[in-house]
């Protein structure tokens, strides 16, 4: 079975050496989202962007997406993911804050960008942005990385001068072993969404992890960077298993 695997250019490029690990493992071929052509033969389809529209007109044509158009619209939509985690009994810090401090951040935003901590004053209303309480414990969180409903590794990311713990934003990162309870919390989101291979996000409030986003196209730098999990290796092969 022969299928496409679809970044931006620009990330496409940024992700060279995961655009080539999966060609190592998969009959795959690389196609942009800029050049994206709907009608080509495909019979799986790995879609590597925050697009939605791109996993339902294949999935109209009956060709396997990983991950599914449902869990992109979700992830993609902080608004929407908080008030679904929510409303399924998820505990999250307070949306729709508006009294500082607060963290601002984009709905549609990845990797911390334009996320920003408004410590006092008058925020601004912008449409297209979360308006949250903030965790108790800044510049510290956890990301999960999850096949096919089984956690496959965690880490800790620190940063000791932004209150965003992002990798790319210069945080350090170490290999993290979840708790039981952590475990069960997981498992329990886990059990809420129909996915492939996501990131789940977690801040830390008074000790303890509160959920915070899912990283749909989630990378896995760190985990290459820390530990010898092939985790591209694994996906791939869930894909065959899946197919």
């Given at each position: 079975m022969s299928g496409l695997l679809i970044y931006s250019r620009f990330e496409a490029e940024r992700n060279a050496f995961s655009v080539e690990q999966y060609k190592k493992h998969l009959d795959i071929s690389l196609?942009?989202?800029?050049e994206i052509d709907f009608s080509g033969p495909a019979d799986f389809v790995i879609n590597r962007t925050n697009n939605y529209g791109i996993a339902e007109e294949f999935e109209k044509r009956g060709i396997r997406v990983f991950n599914p158009s449902s869990l992109t619209r979700l992830?993609?939509?902080?608004?929407?993911c908080y008030e679904f985690m929510r409303d399924n009994g998820i505990e999250i810090l307070p949306v729709d804050y508006k009294t500082p401090p607060l963290v601002m951040k984009?709905?549609?935003g990845k990797g911390g960008k334009d996320v920003i901590l408004i410590k006092d004053g008058v925020p601004p209303e912008k449409g297209g942005y979360v308006y949250q309480k903030p965790a108790t414990d800044l510049g510290k969180d956890l990301r999960v990385w999850l096949i096919g409903g089984k956690i496959?590794?965690?880490v800790l990311r620190e940063s000791k001068t932004d209150f965003r713990a992002n990798f790319c934003l210069g945080g350090s990162a170490t290999p993290y072993t979840l708790s039981k309870d952590e475990t069960a919390l997981i498992d329990k989101i886990?059990?809420?969404l129909e996915y492939d291979y996501i990131g789940i996000?977690?801040?830390?409030?008074n000790g303890k992890i509160i959920f915070n986003e899912i990283e749909d196209s989630v990378g896995a730098r760190m985990l290459y960077n820390l530990t010898n999990i092939d985790i591209i290796e694994k996906y791939c092969?869930?894909?065959k298993s899946t197919l």
């Open positions: 196609m942009l989202e800029e992830a993609n939509d902080k608004q929407k984009p709905i549609d496959i590794a965690a886990s059990g809420l996000d977690f801040l830390f409030n092969k869930y894909i």
